[in-house]
């Protein structure tokens, strides 16, 4: 503000800056949250469940026979009704042919009959889980009985399979995982598609 004196026009100091309260809370909230736990901002219930959804990893749950298949998601790159499948002469029996899955031609064998397990009298709601091998970049369709979903389990430190398992199944097993009430076998794309049996005929 400008005062007269006399002749004189008396200009006023200038005055400090306005306080900035929006920064100033930021700033305080900066303080308060650095360093502060995951319990402390979200809630101890849901730092508990993102802590378990971190251990966790997605899997597939396929049905084959009496057994539950958790298979992880990254092995998996598609989940199919049955399609059309053309016949391929002089394999063994568990290798259906092979089918076109949007451009590239993809071997689909029958899970099942590769380990050794006997396939049910009404078929007609089978499912082929198309996996890739991570290592070798490598795919097939497996021939399952049924997909019961997808869910996050956890699957380190698994214990080993302390059940009989079928012969044919044992290799590709690595280990028993808690779904609820439930025991899934853990089972194993990469060891599948690296074993000889599969590898013999370069179908995958």
């Known amino acids: 503000m400008n005062a007269r004196y006399g002749d004189k026009t008396l200009i006023d100091a200038p005055s400090a800056p306005a306080a900035r309260p929006l920064e100033e809370l930021i ?21 508990a469940r993102r802590k378990l959804a971190a251990s966790q990893t997605k899997c597939v749950l396929a049905k084959v026979g009496s057994n539950d298949l958790a298979i992880r998601m990254e092995n998996v790159v598609e989940i199919l009704t049955p399609p059309s499948i053309t016949f ?6 568990w290798v259906l042919g092979v089918t076109n899955l949007r451009g590239d031609v993809v071997s689909v064998c029958d899970l099942r009959l590769f380990l050794g397990i006997d396939r049910p009298a009404n078929d007609a709601d089978f499912r082929v889980v198309v996996v890739r091998s991570l290592r070798d970049d490598v795919a097939t369709g497996l021939v399952v009985d049924g997909i019961e979903g997808i869910r996050g389990l956890s699957l380190a430190n698994l214990p080993p399979p302390s059940v009989d398992l079928n012969e044919g199944l044992a290799p590709y097993v690595v280990g028993l995982v808690q779904d609820g009430q ?23």
């Open 88 to 93: 391929v002469p002089n394999v063994p029996e």
């Open 182 to 204: 439930r025991i899934r076998l853990a089972f194993d794309v990469e060891r599948l598609m690296s074993s000889s049996m599969m590898r013999q005929f370069d179908l995958v």
């Open 27 to 47: 700033a305080k909230l900066d303080d308060e949250f650095r360093g502060a736990s995951p319990a402390h901002l979200l809630g101890a219930d849901r730092a």
